[in-house]
């Protein structure tokens, strides 16, 4: 099986983007316990949510769109962050609050990743454009400037009055990295960890044209010590992508996450050690250690590398971040892979439907073990599971794991681009791991999209709150064509 490869860096992201492409409208909703919370309405409402959602103490949902608002980024907006509020006690309606629409030039544009809050309230997110930057190291995107922001929204000071939004940080391209695309993740002392997909300062030599500089990188932004100085902007290891020696991964879409002892775990979309079918890698997982003097480096260890789709059908590609459970395994999921069959794509092949794999640590100094836990087989159970910056996985209090993903569902009338062999516009699933040793997980689909106004295409995984799940649908080509924020209780 192959995959061809992209001839320029900015084509390196969009390897993993051929899923959001056209979709047949469908004409009839799926018969689950789905409930539609809101349609989104396109400018100057949101359009296209593809985030995963934040959840506060009163159950209000907190997300983003990358398109809509009352931003003039061509023709669909520059993008929203959003306010859920539950219904009234005796009402069933949900509301939605915008409480900040991207203008497309300092202030950043097409905000991709879910949000996080801090102690006080305050959201943090990232957009993948924007911040008014040179566009001298091809940072330019829809002719908007800028390589990309780390933003602040701080509620009112009065009931109902606007959130105020701050950029903290407005990346350069090199040395520091553009487009950040995955969630953020903020420490007990303030300070925020991210990655950018592209960018830095790496060597990043992988036969692409690449303006930007490096493969993408981890930072760390640090809050000022005095009120209204800016937050320091520190480079915890820059990608190199494969080339001269280096095997390091490249184009870290998904967020990172920290362990008990302070490392951090993340994914990258490529690279790693070199593979069999001319070198193009399907991705990594990589640690990041602190140093042990400070304000020396990080240090990288890749805990495995995913051989890629020239290699046949091994999974590949693990866009989205990752998820600890209690026993301090790791879940991830790959876009391709397994030995699922959706290996048919115009006149290209495609490698099988998607992974959800678990990485066990070692024990005596040994190695993680790699094991996929489930391939998805692109009928009921759904196919190419969630990639995106924020699509972590979610995990209940059992190890269930939750999931989504935007392809096959067997939802008859909503084709995936002829997509064989079933079609449908994506599930939400759940995984339950097995009774005894050497049993196998066993999948669940909890909903199978139909395209109608139950939405399609859901990019941003999900959240578990209290006992249900929250996410969004993207609703490309659908009756809920703008997307939709929904919930289900497993």
Sequence with gaps: MHIARPSSNSNRVCLAMFIVCVLATAAYGASTGEKVLYQFQGAPDGAGPQSSLAVDEAHHLYGTTPNGGTGKCGSSGCGTVFELIPPAPGATKWTEKILYSFQGGNDGALPQAGLVFDKGGDLYGTTASGGGNSTAFGCAFNEIAGCGTVFRLVPPATKGGPWTETVLYAFQGNPDGSQPMGSLTLDASGHLY????????????????????????????????????????????????????????????????????????????????????????????????????KDNPWSETQLTTFLGAEDGEAATFPGAGLIFDAKGNLYGTTLLGGDGQCNTYEEEALASCGTIFSLTPPTNGGSWTLTAIYSFNGTTDGAYPAYYGSASLAIDNKGNLYGTTPSAGDQPGCSFLNRIPDPGCGTVWKLTPPSANGESWTETTLHAFAGASDGAVALGGVVFKDGALYGTTTGLGTAASNGTAFSIVP
């Design 194 to 293: 991210g990655t950018t997909a592209q960018g830095g300062a790496g060597y990043c030599d992988s036969g692409y044209n690449n303006p930007y500089g490096g493969c993408g990188s981890v930072f760390k932004l640090s809050p000022p010590l005095k009120s209204n100085d800016p937050w320091t902007r520190t480079i915890l290891y820059a990608f190199n992508g494969l080339g001269s020696g280096y095997t390091d991964g490249e184009v870290p879409m998904g967020g990172v996450i920290f362990d008990q002892k302070g490392n951090l775990y993340g994914t990258t979309l490529a690279g790693g050690a070199p593979c069999g079918g001319g070198g193009f890698c399907g991705g990594t997982v990589f640690e990041l250690t602190p140093p042990a003097v």
